[in-house]
């Protein structure tokens, strides 16, 4: 081997380049008509296999080939082996004109009406060929027999949707007429694709960029997860995710392709509409976007299809037999592409074709207006369908296809390819003038500049011709129903035995949730549609008995003999396992959460999913994510382990959650719930189960668990309403008649030290409290907000109570707050209590330390409640300040302590 020859020094970088000197073209030429002669004679496949096997050959000669999951900036689908585009092709561009004008209308007459109410008509005026090939050819709706694709519209893209629903007869005028103005009588539509807002035809949210992509890959992995455990049939569907190339900057976008390609999801086609431009200006103007993202699908071993270049371009490709156009095609940033692809035909012969006379020669019969008409692949119907075919009849893996397009396409000097279009929401008369004739709307000038909804006669070929291709492809799309019966039973017997108490046994309400998730496992009717989801946490909450009992999910089952199988509770993986153990990805996890927990309208199954989770990267990290929940409607348990700032002990303060119960107020539909004892855990869960998967009520809930045990007491009569509506009096003061009382509110594993003051207060200080226990201070505020509005609405009414008044209307004596949470929380339900409130908790950051010495440091131990306690009295003038003085010597509380707060 001559060394000299290829091998690279580091220290020589010019000699990275190695071409052998003597290497002639005609060496070139020779190796591919060689390549040509065996693609002809043994078609591609043994191709392939021979230059694998020369990689191979010389990887092993010691030839450094740079690796590189690019291939050449051209068309992933050679047009001869394009299949036959089967649709009318001049019809279903005219009923796409159509849909870009009503699109494009509604924008524009909604801005006319409402100065800057927005909306997009750049995104779907570069994605509508993606779409309607979709719509023609390839979306099949739910119906009774076949549940249909799940498709995940790019949020900015709405117009075109509600366009085409318009033209299907769908959507009336009047609602198009109030896009983005839902509160007009009558109604309107969401700008975005927003299930809360618009429940009969939104499945799923997108618009919030990068979630969606996401969601899509967990999607297709729960519809596996279904089948293989035999809740659904198994079926060809498919899940659609259409994306801006801008959008997948998101971390979220690319965060889980792995896992796509990993579960081998051949029922997942990405397309990502590549524009090449997001809202300011081009996404990658120095680079190229489009060899990027390949690279990243490619390594991460997607099927990755480039659909680049138009039909006008093959006979160019054609005479090209050197390859210099394609290499020529690959030379150009993306920022070069934004301003060619919208300008004259003299320009692209100038400054693309003009680098090199060969490839002028290629082009040379062209007039410039050929040129100026060279279709980009996104736009060509027939190359947007072969990718298509050819994803939806790939097998073994996802598909990821990259689609250029022009963004703002048609819009001629209002837009199109310019750097402010994703802006644009209004046109001039000419404008519309030359749009309206660019796409053939039937409009005289006059009628044309009033931007007018076209709908063509009902009998007309186009609608005729819309309706049979939906009705081909099993009704239209999207649309949302649920789908799900209602569950019947009422799950007493199954809680039942957690309103009694562990009997002196001390034990964690983590471990007792874990013990009521057991049993709804085996329950009879909700056994089967329980899903535990867990992001590698399942020993820290103490659930690896649920390993061996109900399994692991794995698509593939368990290949391997698992290092603990002679362990009782061995990690057992199977193809038919029910716990969703999404490694450490609460965003995953998450995703499988809303899958899981909005199957009742996809899939027309009521899974219940539990989400179990170190609380503090809940909503402090995902908060997005339980928003987007939120609007799907998804129903379902999210269980904030570890949580209590003070509770988890030693973690410092990245884990300790003093947080979620505040983010959590922010989410409407979410019932948040803090519970100190297993009965309320229970209460909660049934009532829970009820309302979701009884009544078919659109809510979800958050509980948050602790790991600190004590011995769990037996329900105190009937509290469950208490218990849900927000609170209870947990127990009674030993001595009502006393001079000195208080009524003491605690929350969480806090409610103990609450309970231990409440001794303190009655031995040492002579005070008989009231102990009780807060469940949801979300709750309470949102009743006590509620009661206040309708007082102010209908003031002739007998005033309503809030629920907090009626529960102290007849307690006496000063009132004393505590709980793992912020002080915000009992503060702003203070105002519907009868007097003044002291509020303690957690504001600050955490420090790894044990329970005892952080409830001294923030301030929310027995004895700081004690000490509260007697501050109020001695502040209503009950107690002498010596009093006070020597509790604070007594309970051995510093004085001078630091302010936790802001340290
Ligand atoms: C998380 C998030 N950040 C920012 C935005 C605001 N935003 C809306 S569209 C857009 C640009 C979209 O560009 P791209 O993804 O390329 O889509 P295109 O419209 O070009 O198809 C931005 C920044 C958003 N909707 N979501
Ligand atoms: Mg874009």
Not at 441 to 453: A, M, R, S, T
Request: charged residues 25%; aromatic residues 10%.
């Amino acid at each position: 081997m001559d060394n000299e020859t290829y091998t690279h020094t580091t220290d020589s970088p010019s000699d990275v380049i190695s071409v052998p000197h003597g290497l002639e073209d005609t060496q070139i030429q020779e190796w591919l008509e060689s390549l040509d002669s065996v693609l002809e004679s043994s078609g591609p496949e043994v191709a392939a296999e021979i230059l694998e096997r020369l990689r191979a050959h010389a990887t092993v000669a010691g030839i450094d080939l740079p690796f590189s999951a690019n291939t050449p900036y051209a068309n992933t689908i050679p047009a001869r082996l394009e299949p036959l585009f089967p649709g009318d092709q001049e019809l279903e561009r005219r009923i796409k004109s159509l849909i870009r004008w009503n699109a494009l209308a509604m924008v524009v007459r909604a801005n006319r009406v409402e100065h800057n109410i927005g909306g997009h008509i750049s995104t779907y005026a570069s994605a509508a060929t993606l779409y309607e090939v979709g719509f023609n050819h390839f979306f099949r709706g739910r119906s009774e027999e076949f549940e249909g694709d799940t498709v995940y519209f790019q949020g900015h893209a709405a117009p075109g949707m509600y366009a085409r629903a318009f033209l299907e007869g769908r959507i009336s005028p009047q609602k198009l007429e109030n896009f983005r103005r839902e509160l007009k009588p009558g109604g309107g539509l969401s700008s975005y694709p927003h299930p809360w807002l618009m429940p009969d035809f939104w499945e799923y949210p997108t618009v919030s960029m990068g979630l969606s992509p996401l969601m899509a890959i967990y999607q297709a992995r729960f519809n596996r997860y279904l089948e293989d455990r035999g809740l659904k049939p198994v079926t060809d569907a498919k899940v659609w995710a259409f994306l801006g190339d801008g959008e997948t900057d998101e971390p979220e976008s690319l965060g889980a392709i792995t896992l796509a390609s990993r579960e081998k999801l051949d029922n997942l086609i990405f397309v990502v509409n590549c524009n090449l431009q997001r809202l300011d200006g081009p996404v990658r103007g120095n680079g190229q976007i489009i060899q990027e993202l390949e690279s990243a699908f490619r390594g991460a071993r997607w099927n990755v299809i480039k659909v680049l270049w138009g039909s006008e371009w093959d006979p160019i490709l054609e005479r090209d037999t050197e390859g210099l156009l394609v290499k020529r095609m690959g030379e150009l940033v993306d920022g070069e592409y934004q301003k060619l692809v919208v300008s004259s035909g003299a320009y692209v012969r100038e400054h693309f074709f003009g680098s090199d006379p060969r490839l002028l020669a290629l082009v040379e019969p062209l007039p410039d207006e050929a040129l100026r008409r060279l279709r980009l692949g996104g736009h060509d119907p027939r190359k947007v369908y072969a990718a298509y075919k050819a994803a939806v009849d790939h097998r073994g893996g996802p598909t990821v296809i990259l689609a250029r397009t022009i963004k703002g396409y048609g819009l001629g000097e209002a837009g199109e390819g310019k750097n402010v279009t994703h802006q644009q929401k209004k046109l001039n008369e000419d404008e519309l003038k030359e749009f309206r004739s660019r796409f053939g709307i039937p409009l005289n000038d006059n009628d044309c500049v009033e931007v007018p909804f076209y709908r063509p006669a009902e009998d007309s070929i186009e609608l005729q011709y819309l309706r049979a291709r939906r009705e081909a492809l099993g009704g239209y799309t999207p649309k949302r129903s649920v789908r799900s019966k209602a569950l019947v039973a009422d799950h007493d017997e199954l809680f039942r035995e957690f309103f009694d108490g562990s009997e002196g046994r001390e034990v964690s309400t983590t471990m007792a949730f874990v013990g009521m998730l057991r049993k709804m496992l085996k329950d009879p009717e909700i056994g089967k549609l329980v899903v535990p989801i867990v992001p590698d946490e399942a020993r820290t909450f103490g659930m690896e008995s649920l390993f061996r009992t109900v399994g692991i999910y794995s698509s593939v089952g368990q290949k391997y003999e698992p290092v603990d199988v002679n362990t009782l509770l061995y990690y057992k993986e199977a193809k038919d396992g029910q716990i969703l153990e999404e490694g450490i990805t609460e965003a995953g996890s998450m995703a499988s959460f809303i899958a899981a927990g909005s199957a009742y309208a996809t899939h027309g199954i009521n899974t219940i999913p539990f989400f179990i989770y170190y609380s503090m990267f809940g909503f402090q990290r995902i908060a997005d994510f339980i928003w987007a929940a939120a609007d799907m409607r998804t129903r379902g348990f999210l269980l904030g382990g570890t949580s209590g700032r003070t509770t988890l002990s030693g973690e410092g303060l990245q884990h300790q959650d003093g947080n979620s119960h505040v983010l959590a107020l922010s989410v409407p539909n979410l019932y948040a719930y803090d519970p100190a004892f297993a009965y309320e855990i229970a209460v909660i869960l049934q009532d829970g189960i009820r309302r979701m998967y009884k009544d078919g009520e659109s809510i979800f809930y958050y509980i948050t668990v602790m790991n600190e045990p004590y011995a769990m007491p037996a329900m105190p009569g009937d509290v469950k309403d208490g218990i849900l509506k927000g609170m209870y009096r947990y127990k009674k003061a030993a001595n009502p008649k006393s001079k000195l009382r208080a009524q003491l509110f605690g929350s969480g594993a806090i409610l103990n030290e609450v309970l231990r003051a409440q001794e303190i207060l009655d031995t040492k200080y002579g005070v008989s409290a009231d102990v009780w226990s807060v469940t949801s201070y979300k709750a309470l505020y949102n009743d006590g907000n509620e009661v206040e509005r309708l007082n102010r609405l209908h003031p002739g009414d007998k005033p309503r109570v809030p629920y907090v008044s009626q529960c102290l209307a007849d307690a006496p004596g000063v009132l004393v707050a505590a709980s793992d949470y912020l002080k915000t929380l009992p503060n702003m339900i203070s105002k519907w209590m009868p007097r003044r409130l002291a509020s303690l908790g957690t504001d600050g950051f955490g420090r790894s330390e044990g329970r005892a010495s952080q409830r001294d440091f923030f301030e929310v131990d027995s004895r700081f409640i004690t000490l509260a306690t007697l501050h109020e009295l001695y502040s209503d003038g009950k107690i002498e300040r010596s009093v006070v003085d020597k509790a604070i010597k007594e309970l051995g509380i510093n004085p001078d302590k630091s302010n936790p707060v802001i340290s």
